[in-house]
């Protein structure tokens, strides 16, 4: 399995961890939004969803751009391409061992099943 150590990668994954930030992402989806909306959408204080929103554009999740006094955040351009590529490796390798143990649970059913016709006569 390829091993991805780059600094967007980790960085996004760091970004993706906390539920608030997965939240601010879920809310940027559906439309642009100041820190205030976010702060308080979330009930938080500004200085903490500031530091939620740095997280994510460092990791190229979100931008924000500074219009007077009011910092208006959206989606960045992050598309996630090396992080979902390393999930599906791993979504590879669980459906194999899946398989591998429906393979051996549908064996054991065909052997009861025989043994049971031989105790039957």
Same mark, same amino acid.
């Given at each position: 399995?390829?091993?991805?150590?780059?600094?967007?990668?980790?960085?996004?994954?760091?970004?993706?961890?906390?539920?608030?930030?997965?939240?601010?992402?879920?809310?940027?989806?559906?439309?642009?939004?100041?820190?205030?909306?976010?702060?308080?959408? %979330?009930?938080?204080?500004?200085?903490?969803?500031?530091?939620?929103?740095?997280?994510?554009?460092?990791?190229?999740?979100?931008?924000?751009?500074?219009?007077?006094?009011?910092?208006?955040?959206?989606?960045?351009?992050?598309?996630?391409?090396?992080?979902?590529?390393?999930?599906?490796?791993?979504?590879?390798?669980?459906?194999?061992? %899946?398989?591998?143990?429906?393979?051996?649970?549908?064996?054991?059913?065909?052997?009861?099943?025989?043994?049971?016709?031989?105790?039957?006569?």
């Amino acid at each position: 399995m390829v091993q991805y150590q780059t600094p967007h990668f980790n960085a996004s994954f760091a970004a993706l961890a906390d539920a608030t930030r997965r939240g601010v992402l879920d809310q940027l989806a559906r439309g642009d939004a100041s820190i205030t909306d976010l702060a308080d959408k %979330f009930g938080m204080t500004l200085t903490g969803m500031k530091k939620h929103v740095g997280v994510l554009e460092q990791a190229g999740l979100v931008t924000t751009e500074k219009v007077g006094r009011v910092r208006t955040c959206r989606i960045g351009p992050c598309r996630l391409e090396e992080e979902m590529a390393w999930i599906a490796g791993y979504r590879q390798l669980w459906d194999a061992r %899946f398989q591998a143990l429906d393979d051996v649970i549908g064996e054991l059913k065909r052997q009861e099943k025989a043994r049971g016709r031989k105790q039957g006569k």
